[in-house]
């Protein structure tokens, strides 16, 4: 299971949906970073939807979209460690 996290400006908390397939979650990856570069300029809003829980929707403003990260999430990771960049050298 691969986890998508959008981070949003004045929001102290992210949002985070899953996929199964990483191919999936690296396409809507890629998605959201046209989005944040500007390149969908058609669009103001931004729909995703979760596999992990099927009635799970979010819709964001696409301009107040500040980082996006894909991970996988294991099991025998147990949550230990967050995603993302660590400062641990």
Known sequence: MYSLEISLR???????I??????DAKRIYDEIKN???????????IELSCE???????TVL????ISVQIYEK???AGGSKRPGFSLDI
């Open 35 to 45: 989005f944040m570069n500007g390149n969908n300029e058609n669009s103001a809003l």
């Open 18 to 23: 899953q996929r199964k397939d990483y191919e």
């Open 62 to 65: 696409a301009k107040e979209v």
């Open 52 to 58: 992990k829980v099927q009635d799970k929707l979010i």
């Open 74 to 76: 294991s099991a025998l």
């Open 10 to 16: 004045y929001s102290p908390f992210p949002l985070s």
